[in-house]
């Protein structure tokens, strides 16, 4: 038996205890909830912790039974799947609790319905353990999305003996959109004042965190956004770079169309303008960036307006590293 630490871990273990200890036929007392954490994971729960995370356990939407109910104890009552249920392309959660549950028909349903809370894209690396500030930090920053705000904090980046120091002195003020879990870590979409993309943080990695009383920038005002923001595109893109085809129109001299089509084949359509080439092609962005890298001179990215606004940020990044002597 493992012992199981911190506040955090309470309602994952009640959950469990639950899932494996009780049934409508043996509905579980207070006591006995007490007894089996206490025994199945050396945890040492008082009544009234354990009645607040029942509580808790049922408005996250588990289906629980409760002894003001029945007149006899906990369980968790049988779902029947609704009809026609939609197929997600997602397993969604709201605390990591939930990912770590038994894989049950039940809890994969309870999953679904979250999906609007916290997008998870699921690997199947080793998870690894999160510390107890994050799932606070968590809780602020839905509070951020939810009205609208700002949030500042200090973020930590490992130095090359392995410590975590913050990235700058002074905290970084961001506009935060979205959250989402994936390879085992919790991330927060935002966008920071005067740069014009989405980045992700790490938050886990977030100290002194803390809500401020300046409006978040419109995620609608920003040009990668201007469809809305797509998490699962989002993540696909910069988590695992998988290849999402996009449409990209070019401008560039009549004599690259040969490498055009090499690169590119059947992906690319041409449009003569004089003495360029209007191409449009359809293909991920990473082999357009290398074209476009490849002949700065002579190709020039017309459309998606936000990945041209990326480029050109990036020319400029490289451009302040080679000052002029």
């Known amino acids: 038996m493992t012992e199981t630490k911190g506040k955090k871990a309470l309602?994952?273990?009640?959950?469990?205890?639950?899932?494996?200890?009780?049934?409508?036929?043996?509905?579980?007392?207070?006591?006995h909830i007490i007894e089996?954490?206490?025994e199945d994971f050396g945890m040492i729960a008082e009544?009234?912790?354990?009645?607040?995370?029942?509580?808790?356990?049922?408005?996250?939407?588990?289906?629980?039974?409760?002894?003001?109910e029945n007149g006899k104890g906990y369980y968790l009552a049988a779902v029947e799947p609704p009809e026609n249920e939609p197929a997600l392309p997602h397993d969604p959660a709201?605390?990591?609790?939930?990912?770590r549950a038994p894989k049950t028909a039940q809890n994969e349903r309870t999953l679904k319905r979250l999906q609007d809370d916290v997008p998870v894209f699921v690997s199947d690396t080793e998870r690894p353990a999160q510390n107890d500030a994050l799932f606070d930090n968590l809780t602020l920053l839905k509070t951020a999305i939810r009205t609208g705000m700002q949030v500042s904090f200090r973020y930590l980046v490992a130095a090359p003996d392995g410590r975590l120091l913050p990235q700058r002195e002074t905290p970084v003020s961001v506009s935060p959109y979205a959250l989402f879990l994936a390879e085992g870590f919790y991330y927060a979409i935002v966008s920071v004042s005067g740069y014009?993309?989405?980045?992700?943080?790490?938050?886990?990695?977030?100290?002194?965190?803390?809500?401020?009383?300046?409006?978040?920038?419109?995620?609608?005002?920003?040009?990668?956004?201007?469809?809305?923001?797509?998490?699962?595109?989002?993540?696909?893109?910069t988590i695992y770079h998988t290849d999402v085809r996009e449409t990209h129109t070019v401008l560039c001299a009549e004599h690259l169309a040969g490498e055009l089509l090499d690169a590119f084949g059947s992906a690319v359509r041409f449009h003569a303008e004089g003495e360029t080439i209007r191409a449009q092609i359809d293909a991920?962005?990473?082999?357009?960036?290398?074209?476009?890298?490849?002949?700065?001179?002579?190709?020039?990215?017309?459309?998606?307006?936000?990945?041209?606004?990326?480029?050109?940020?990036?020319?400029?990044?490289?451009?302040?590293?080679?000052?002029?002597?």
């Open 94 to 99: 709201a605390l990591d609790a939930y990912l």
């Open 11 to 31: 309602s994952l273990c009640i959950l469990r205890v639950l899932e494996q200890r009780a049934s409508e036929r043996n509905p579980l007392s207070t006591r």
């Open 47 to 68: 009544r009234k912790a354990v009645g607040r995370n029942l509580l808790l356990l049922q408005e996250m939407g588990f289906p629980l039974s409760t002894y003001q």
């Open 196 to 237: 014009g993309r989405l980045l992700h943080y790490r938050c886990d990695r977030m100290e002194d965190l803390k809500l401020t009383d300046q409006k978040a920038r419109e995620s609608s005002t920003m040009v990668e956004c201007l469809n809305g923001l797509d998490v699962a595109a989002y993540v696909n893109r």
């Open 284 to 325: 991920p962005w990473e082999p357009i960036r290398r074209f476009l890298c490849n002949h700065l001179r002579h190709a020039t990215l017309l459309a998606p307006a936000w990945r041209r606004a990326q480029m050109r940020e990036e020319l400029l990044s490289a451009l302040s590293t080679y000052p002029q002597e």
């Open 36 to 38: 089996f954490l206490k």
